[in-house]
């Protein structure tokens, strides 16, 4: 059974940083795509970006390009968020999710298997 764990949320003052960790277990193949998503109260959940576990290839929303970044570590089967510049409006539970498939990007959380619990980052103005 795969599970995802998520730490590293928190409340941070605009224009500050802060990394998210997904760690994964119960993973039997390499052949699978991480993804981050976040919803905010009231709000849809949204994709903010995704990972290819083989190969490393990344992808963004736009309204995080340039101050998130996403990276893991095979070893431990763990990927990461890194979140700089943050703004109010990056205020939500962030989940990270998993959904089998090395081929395309998939932005509609309703692709995705596996999810983590959620965890929370409030950015204060």
């Known amino acids: 059974q795969v599970q995802l764990v998520e730490s590293g949320g928190g409340l941070v003052q605009a224009g500050g940083s802060l990394r998210l960790s997904c760690a994964a277990s119960?993973?039997?193949?390499?052949?699978?795509?991480m993804a981050w998503f976040r919803q905010a109260p009231d709000k849809e959940r949204e994709f903010v970006g995704a990972?290819?576990?083989?190969?490393?290839?990344?992808y963004y929303t736009d309204s995080v390009k340039g101050r998130f970044t996403l990276s893991r570590d095979n070893a431990k089967n763990t990927v990461y968020l890194q979140m700089n510049s943050l703004k109010p409006e990056d205020t939500a539970v962030y989940y990270c999710a998993l959904r089998w498939g090395p081929v395309g990007w998939n932005v509609d959380p309703t692709a995705y298997t596996y999810w983590g619990q959620g965890t929370q980052v409030t950015v204060s103005s």
């Open positions: 119960g993973l039997t193949t390499s052949g699978y795509t």
């Open positions: 990972i290819k576990w083989s190969g490393g290839l990344t």
